[in-house]
C-alpha cells in the first residue's frame, strides 16, 4: 500500500481491519491485569464472565466488518472481505462456545481461571489474524501467537503428569513443523523475491516456475500440515489431546484448524501453489485411512476423536485438490460444520469427565442415555453429523466435498473418501450403542448440565442442525467468498 493510497483511506479504517483482534486482545490484557486482584474463589466465574464478553464483542467486530468496503490494510499484509470475514465468525464463535464450556470445567477440576482465559482469548487473536494475514512473514507470527497459546493450554492440568507430557510433546514437535514453515517462507522469497501472497501468485504465473519454490511449498506445506494433524504429520494428535483439558481439545481441534485451512486455501489458490494436486491427494488420502484405521482401536474416547479429527482434516482436504470454483466454498461449509460438531463433543465429554477427568473410556459412558438423556441425545446429535446422516451439517459438509471432487475427475480420491467414511461410522455408532444398549458396570450420577454447558450445547446443536436443514445461506456466502481467491 502506497502513501498516496494511505491517504484515501478514511481515518482509523486501518484499525477496523483488525477490530477482532484489537478486542479480543484488550480483554485478554484485561483478564491478566485483574487476575491478581481478584479472590481465587470469585476469580473462575468473573473472569471467564469477562472472557465471554470479549468473544462476543470480537463477533460483533466481525459482523461490524461486514459493513465496512473491502480491502487491505499495513501496508497489504492484511486483507479484510468475506472470505476473512466468514473465518473471522467462525474462530470468535468456537472461542464463546470453548468458554461457555469452561465456566464448570474450572471449577469441578479445580484449576486457577486467570491465565487460562486470557491464553483461550490471545490465542484467538494468532488465528483470526492468519485468516485475513496475505503476507508470510505475518502468518508466521500469528501462527506462532496462536501455537504458544496452545502449548501452555494443552499442559494446564499441571497437576497430571499426562497433561504435561501432551504440553512438552505438542511444543516439541510444533516448535520443529513450525522451523519448516519458516524455512519454506525463505525459501519461497528467494525463488520470488516477495512473501505477499498476491505478488508471489503473479511471479509464479509470469514463467517458468523454478525448483525453488516447489521445495518452498512443501516445506509451508508440511509445517501447516502439522497444525491440522493431516499425515503423516499427525503423530503428536492422540497423546496430546488425550492429556489435554476436554474443553481446550476442543478449541485446538477446531478453531486452529480453521485459520490453518484459511492460510493453506490462500498459498494453495491464490499464490497459485505449483505441485498443489498431488501433495494435496497423497496427504488426504493417508489422513482419511489412517485416520479412521487409528480410531477403529480406541477404548478412550479423546483419543478416539483425535483419530477422527486426523479422518475428517483428510476429507476437508480433498476438496483442496479440487477446481477452485467449487472446491473453495466445500472447504469453507466443511470448516463451520465441523467445528460446530466438534466442539459439541468436547463440551459433553468435559462436563461428562467429572473432577480429574476419571470418565473417558468408552465403557464409562455404557448407560448414558439412561443416567442422562439430554446429555446422550446432544452428543448422539454430533456423532450422527460426524458420519454424516442427513438433517446434520455433516452431509452436505461431505457432500459438497466429494461433488467438488467428481466434478474435477478426482474419481479415485472419492471413493477413497466414501470407503472411509463407511469404516468411520463404526466407531461413532460404538460410542452410540454403548450410550443406549450397554448397562453400566457400576451407578455412577451424572452432575446436572449447568447453564454456561447447555447453553454452549444448544449454540453447536443449532449450528448442526442449521447447516444440515439450511445449507444454501451459508454456502451462497462461501461461494461468494471463494470468488475473491480466484
Not at 485411512?289 to 477404548?299: E, K, P, R, S
Not at 476437508?316 to 472446491?327: C, I, M, T, Y
Not at 446432544?378 to 466429494?402: Q, R
Not at 473418501?417 to 453400566?440: H, K, W
Request: include cysteine.
Amino acid at each position: 500500500m502506497t502513501p498516496s493510497t494511505l491517504q484515501t483511506l478514511p481515518q482509523g479504517i486501518e484499525y477496523v481491519r483488525i477490530l477482532p483482534e484489537i478486542v479480543l486482545s484488550a480483554f485478554g490484557i484485561v483478564i491478566m491485569l485483574l487476575d491478581p486482584l481478584v479472590d481465587q474463589r470469585r476469580s473462575s466465574r468473573m473472569l471467564g464472565t469477562i472472557a465471554l464478553i470479549g468473544s462476543l464483542a470480537a463477533i460483533a467486530a466481525s459482523q461490524y466488518q461486514t459493513q465496512c468496503p473491502p480491502g487491505t490494510a499495513f501496508w497489504d499484509m492484511v486483507r479484510v472481505d468475506a472470505f476473512s470475514i466468514f473465518f473471522h465468525i467462525v474462530v470468535t464463535t468456537v472461542t464463546a462456545v470453548v468458554i461457555l464450556t469452561s465456566f464448570e470445567y474450572m471449577d469441578v477440576q479445580q484449576l486457577h481461571a486467570g491465565e487460562y482465559y486470557a491464553l483461550v482469548l490471545f490465542g484467538a487473536v494468532g488465528m483470526c489474524l492468519m485468516s485475513s494475514a496475505v503476507e508470510l512473514v505475518l502468518i508466521f507470527i500469528a501462527l506462532e501467537i496462536s501455537s504458544i497459546s496452545t502449548y501452555i493450554l494443552a499442559g494446564y492440568r499441571r497437576r497430571v503428569a499426562i497433561s504435561s507430557e501432551s504440553s512438552v510433546k505438542y511444543f516439541l514437535l510444533g516448535s520443529f513443523a513450525t522451523a519448516f514453515f519458516l524455512y519454506g517462507v525463505a525459501l519461497m522469497f528467494g525463488a520470488t523475491g516477495s512473501t505477499s501472497i498476491a505478488k508471489i501468485g503473479e511471479t509464479l504465473n509470469a514463467g517458468p516456475v523454478p525448483l525453488l519454490a516447489y521445495v518452498a511449498i512443501a516445506l509451508m506445506f508440511v509445517g501447516l500440515g502439522f497444525k491440522v494433524a493431516a499425515a503423516p504429520f499427525h503423530i503428536w494428535t492422540p497423546d496430546v489431546y488425550e492429556g489435554a483439558p476436554a474443553p481446550i481439545v476442543g478449541f485446538m481441534s477446531t478453531a486452529p484448524k480453521a485459520a490453518v485451512f484459511a492460510v493453506l486455501l490462500r498459498v494453495l489458490f491464490e499464490a497459485h501453489a505449483p505441485g498443489r494436486l498431488w501433495l494435496i491427494w497423497v496427504v488426504a488420502a493417508l489422513s482419511m485411512t489412517l485416520g479412521n484405521i487409528g480410531a477403529l482401536v480406541q477404548d478412550n474416547i479423546k483419543r478416539l476423536l483425535a483419530y477422527s479429527s486426523i479422518a475428517h482434516a483428510g476429507y476437508l482436504l480433498v476438496a483442496f485438490a479440487a477446481l477452485p470454483s467449487s472446491g473453495i466454498p466445500a472447504a469453507m461449509f466443511y470448516t463451520a460444520a465441523y467445528a460446530a460438531m466438534n466442539v459439541g463433543c468436547f463440551a459433553v465429554i468435559s462436563h461428562f469427565a467429572s473432577a480429574g477427568e476419571r470418565r473417558v473410556t468408552l465403557e464409562d459412558y455404557a448407560g448414558l442415555g439412561r443416567r442422562s438423556p439430554i446429555l446422550a441425545a446432544t452428543l448422539t446429535l454430533f456423532l450422527l453429523s460426524l458420519i454424516g446422516i442427513p438433517i446434520t451439517g455433516g452431509f452436505f459438509a461431505k457432500f459438497y466435498v466429494f461433488s467438488a471432487a467428481l466434478q474435477a475427475d478426482l474419481v479415485g480420491l472419492t471413493v477413497i473418501g466414501v470407503l472411509n467414511s463407511a469404516v468411520g461410522a463404526y466407531y461413532y455408532l460404538r460410542v452410540i450403542v454403548m450410550m443406549y444398549m450397554r448397562e453400566p458396570r457400576e451407578e455412577t450420577p451424572v452432575a446436572p448440565i449447568p447453564f454456561g454447558l447447555g447453553a454452549a450445547l444448544a449454540i453447536s446443536g443449532f449450528a448442526t442442525l442449521y447447516l444440515g436443514l439450511l445449507p444454501g445461506r451459508v454456502l451462497e456466502y462461501a461461494r461468494s467468498a471463494a470468488a475473491l481467491l480466484r
